[in-house]
């Protein structure tokens, strides 16, 4: 009985751009959900200005991006920052027909951040609205009813807005605070940095008022982007790392 044998395939990975330096940047989610649409393979993104390396081996500069590549109103200017890459990374590509090539390595990281502006405020405004439509808390502000027992029940009242959930009716006692839903790590983000605008300086307190966040939550995002200081005229305050200071408008 004949067998037909099948034989496995090799196909070469060309090495021609092997060494070619590339840099692994992150972009901002509007940025990208603009560019991923792109099918023209000419057209420019952009232009990029660098300053020479620092002592600490940084390169700071600024991303230009052309307007005709953008779907909506978002910044144009970029603030970038290039640090050595010690990942080992390296780029593969495969066209219609099955070849595959190594594009470069990763020779370098890539931060970016909107430079501030007018684009850039209408951003965080838009932003800082939709972190407040997600996860709303509808406090149980109707007249109580008594019931046997002395439990009291708290019935919501009706909301005309859609955006907002009715809560069911629960059993509750008159000093149980009101349940706090964790927002998006992004957009509570977004929402510091607004408050951070108005002022330099904010107690965890005072700023959770405004924020209405687990106080758990709340400290370990403050301590991605804040200084707390301990001492000083200052005491007990949250204050913007000098670098997200250096964003604001």
Known sequence: MDREEVEDTVEPV???LEDRELYLVKLPKELGNSWKNITESEILLGTLRMSKRDSQGKRKGVL???TAT???EIPTEYRTELTKSDLGLKVFSQDGSGRMAIEGKVTES?????KPG?????QLGVRYVKSMQKGTVVPLESTPKQVKGGITIKIPKHKESEDEEEDESKIKGPSEPYKKIKMDREALKNQIFH???QRE????KELNAHCRQ???YLKEILKEICVYHKKGPNKSCYELQPHFKEQKP
Do not use: G, I, Q
């Open 14 to 16: 060309y090495l021609d």
């Open 64 to 66: 230009s991006v052309n």
């Open 70 to 72: 953008l779907t909506e």
């Open 110 to 114: 890539c931060s970016m951040m909107p």
């Open 118 to 122: 007018e684009r850039y405020k209408k």
């Open 195 to 197: 408050h951070f605008e």
């Open 201 to 204: 300086f904010w107690p965890l």
């Open 214 to 216: 687990p106080e758990a």
